[in-house]
């Protein structure tokens, strides 16, 4: 829980650490707290699987002093993002003979289940051998799709920046819909919507109302007019 910030500077080995979070094994991020990791090759790092569960994570790698390296903001075996959590991962650099990826996936397998990821780098936004979306989708590119290596765009070229978001987002509970006036969750006064029609098998209608009333008013009346004959004819 909480924000976290991670820089590779300030591991204890320092001198070989080339990640703000390096694992060399699995790795779970989990909880409801954000995560900030700063890096020369890598912002996070496994070298097993990765999954980011439910929280947020921002990863940067610079590229500073990489030459012949796979430079990612997010890096793992497998990479799996779900339980809707936000994941900002990008790199950046011009080192000799250096990739850079948003998220890179090296075994292969890159996985989104309802959660938003943004992912930018110069030789691909996210790059895996297969991917996976579940209740989410492609916002960037346009047309965007899984191929060989990484995420194309419509024409077939690698897409620099991928944006990845649920296909239903809901928002938090009370919370007002776009483009209306009534919060999330229906209208709390239970007061009936134009156009919508009583249910059938309701013992009262308001016609039925009207008809009652109106017989009282004739009853009265006749009752009025017998009180005045008899006052007549005294």
Not at 41 to 56: H, M
Not at 190 to 211: N, V
Request: glycine share 16%; net charge negative; charged share 15%.
């Amino acid at each position: 829980m909480g924000q976290n910030v991670l820089d590779e500077a300030q591991a204890e080995d320092a001198d070989m650490c080339t990640s703000g979070l390096e694992v060399w094994g699995n790795l779970t991020l989990c909880g409801t707290g954000s995560l900030r990791a700063t890096g020369s090759q890598c912002g996070v790092f496994t070298l097993g699987a990765l999954v980011i569960d439910g929280c947020s994570v921002e990863a940067w790698a610079d590229g500073k002093g990489m030459n012949d390296a796979s430079v990612a903001g997010v890096r793992g075996a497998t990479v799996t993002v779900r339980g809707g959590a936000h994941v900002v991962a990008a790199s950046s650099g011009s080192g000799d003979d250096c990739r850079f990826f948003g998220v890179y996936a090296s075994d292969g397998q890159f996985a989104v289940d309802a959660s938003w990821v943004g992912a930018t780098g110069a030789s691909g936004g996210v790059a895996c051998e297969s991917g996976s979306l579940t209740s989410a989708q492609f916002m960037a590119p346009a047309g965007g799709a899984f191929g060989a290596a990484c995420v194309m765009d419509a024409s077939g070229a690698v897409a620099q920046h991928v944006v990845i978001e649920p296909t239903s987002p809901q928002p938090p509970a009370g919370e007002t819909q776009p483009g209306t006036d009534e919060p999330t969750g229906g209208n709390p006064a239970g007061d009936t919507k134009p156009g919508s029609e009583e249910k059938p098998g309701d013992e009262t209608k308001s016609g039925d109302g009207d008809w009652a009333v109106a017989c009282l008013a004739f009853v009265y009346l006749g009752m009025l007019l017998v009180t005045i004959k008899v006052w007549a004819l005294r």
